[in-house]
């Protein structure tokens, strides 16, 4: 995080000319910035937090309703449940298993393999294909009967899978096409594994220690604060996750709602039924859940997060 | 540049003298495996390029051809005119482009304003820039639309460039955290030769920035490239339609017609490959500034 020095400056003295100044040539140069939060940010948040109270169709002004929406939510949309349901099991196995591989990825290109630009591009390059172009691809791929997957699957004896027409093998399509696309982290973890002092393995070696308990005692503790910033992202990118299952089930979010993400479902109340406030409401849950989530997060990295030198920046 | 270089490292390449036969295996075990993996993630790739080169017929060949026998180049033709490909494409690049002088002009202006002036008020600002990254999109997505839909830029391409001219959070993070590493001392020399405060910015931190720029202009050039929900909110009109959603309408057209659909996702995935190919150091500094100094 970045450093916030609390500066005890006298705050009730009147500024001195430079400092005035300063203030003034500070202001007027973050002032893109500034505008853009107020037209950007705040006000759509005090808007939408507003609109979540309402009933508004965008045509005719809204009508105040006050907690009607997130009362409906909550007893009368069987699709919510639903959407929360499917946006906790995408998070819940996708999440874990890209860590996971990609720390193995990057601990394997850590060995001083020959080659490691080549492998590294391999692994990183389907994270910037667009999500539309790979949707298309694995559509394909994932073709019941012409389809690449169910090709392979045959040639092994395996029986064909159904994928994202199988309402219970469609999320876990979709997370395999997620998993294609983390080349990203398996580069931010090799670049932190890159970075670890030697003197940590050298000494352990001194001990006597293996490979194994190498990795379990130093390599895995040193990394714990980028698998924390990358739970962190993989948390926020989980719970707005759009447009793969958009794409791939033509924004119906099927088979049987078995794709209907949490996103998915809010873009289609405001935008296919233009029930503008109960999407609102549906936003702010998510933001309230988000929040608390990171909050939570941030509260249990004392205990499992290790900083170099008690606070790094 | 950034601290954190990479090299293929390869000071390591004499030093694998077989020690004992388990190291050796080891080390076959780590080259099949990594192999292994590199090659599932490799195999779409290919297996995109080869359909885009096949006809129907080829294309429902069980079990499937890798190599197309022959190859059908006219995929590529037929699919930019299959779809309003050109116009689709021109607008993409209007998006593109305009997003990146807006991202690069406001954030780096605002970065500066985040480092390299001290002033009252300052760190508490820039928490909440912070704060602002927490926000999910889908909060602030009805009320930006109703705003650009005040505005009358709804369904206009400049409804997807005009937020870049204020500042992205993300981005004015990653410039700030390279302004800061600059020593202060240039400022102030700067300031006793009487330059101003834009004249220190122009003439002193942009040059030396130039890296971190160039990484601020390819992440905002990938992002909107790659754009699919801007667009599919605010474009309505295919005349306004930019590569993504207009390859989602012609993919929701067309299911069957694999070999048209394959090479039109190949022509929008190839400028990223090849800009990544000439940008690479760019691309991996970039990822990692953001992945670990965060």
Not at chain 1, 165 to 170: F, I, L, V
Not at chain 1, 249 to 266: D, I, K, M, N, R
Not at chain 2, 218 to 238: M, Q, R, T, V
Request: proline share 6%.
């Amino acid at each position: 995080m970045a450093s916030i020095s609390t500066r005890s400056k006298p705050k009730s003295q009147p500024l001195k000319p430079q400092a005035r100044r300063d203030l003034i040539h500070g202001i007027v140069f973050i002032s893109p910035w500034l505008i853009g939060l107020i037209v950007f940010a705040a006000y759509p948040l005090i808007s939408s937090l507003y609109y979540s109270l309402t009933n508004y169709d965008i045509l005719s002004p809204p009508q105040f309703v006050g907690l009607r929406n997130y009362i409906d939510l909550f007893t009368a949309d069987p699709l919510f449940y639903k959407a929360v349901g499917n946006t906790f099991y995408y998070a819940l196995i996708s999440i874990p298993l890209n860590l996971l591989i990609a720390i193995l990825i990057a601990m394997l290109l850590n060995t001083k393999v020959r080659g490691l630009s080549i492998y590294r591009t391999l692994f990183f390059l389907p994270s910037i294909v667009p999500e539309i172009a790979s949707a298309m691809l694995w559509a394909w791929i994932l073709n019941p009967q012409f389809g690449l997957a169910n090709a392979l699957l045959k040639a092994f004896g395996l029986q064909s899978i159904g994928w994202l027409t199988d309402p219970s093998w469609s999320k876990p399509s979709l997370i395999l096409v997620g998993l294609w696309g983390f080349g990203g982290s398996v580069v931010i973890f090799l670049a932190a594994l890159q970075d670890m002092p030697r003197q940590l393995y050298e000494a352990a070696e001194i001990d006597g220690a293996n490979t194994w308990s190498k990795t379990i005692f130093i390599t895995l503790p040193m990394l714990t604060p980028t698998i924390f910033f990358n739970l962190i992202n993989g948390i926020i990118g989980a719970f707005q996750y759009f447009t793969a299952a958009y794409v791939l089930t033509g924004g119906q979010g099927g088979p049987a709602g078995s794709t209907t993400f949490y996103s998915l479902l809010l873009y289609r109340n405001a935008f296919s039924y233009f029930k503008m406030g109960y999407a609102s409401s549906m936003a702010w849950l998510l933001f309230a859940a988000v929040f608390v989530l990171t909050l939570l997060l941030f509260k249990s990295s004392g205990r499992w997060v290790y900083y170099e030198g008690g606070d790094k920046n | 540049m950034a601290p954190t270089t990479f090299s293929t490292r390869s000071s390591g390449a004499g030093r694998t003298k077989p020690r004992d036969s388990g190291r050796v295996a080891q080390r076959i075990a780590v080259y099949v495996l990594i192999t292994a993996l590199a090659a599932l993630f490799t195999v779409p790739f290919v297996w995109l390029v080869s359909t885009s080169l096949k006809s129907p017929a080829q294309v429902f060949v069980v079990p499937p051809q890798w190599i197309p026998n022959p190859f059908v180049w006219d995929n590529y033709p037929r699919s930019t005119t299959f779809i309003p490909f050109w116009q689709y494409f021109r607008n993409t690049l209007y998006v593109t482009v305009f997003n990146v002088i807006g991202s690069v002009a406001s954030c780096s202006v605002v970065a500066y304003g985040f480092s390299r002036i001290q002033w009252r008020g300052r760190n508490t600002l820039f928490v909440v820039l912070i704060a602002t990254l927490m926000i999910p999109y889908p909060v602030t997505l009805i009320p930006t639309f109703l705003i650009f839909r005040d505005l009358g830029l709804v369904n206009t391409l400049n409804a997807l460039v005009v937020p870049s001219f204020f500042g992205n959070a993300f981005f004015i993070f990653l410039l700030r955290q390279f302004y800061m590493t600059i020593p202060q001392e240039l400022s102030q020399a700067a300031k006793i030769d009487g330059a101003s405060e834009f004249q220190i910015f122009w003439q002193v931190i942009l040059p030396l920035t130039r890296p971190a720029l160039a990484v601020v202009a390819l992440f905002a050039f990938l992002s909107n490239w790659n754009d699919f929900l801007g667009p599919l909110i605010y474009l309505s009109d295919k005349e306004n339609y930019t590569l993504a959603i207009g390859l989602y309408g012609f993919f929701g057209r067309s299911k069957t017609e694999w070999g048209l659909l394959m090479s039109a996702a190949t022509i929008m995935v190839a400028p990223i490959v090849l800009l990544y190919f000439f940008t690479q150091r760019t691309f991996i500094e970039g990822i990692t500034l953001t992945g670990i100094k965060g």
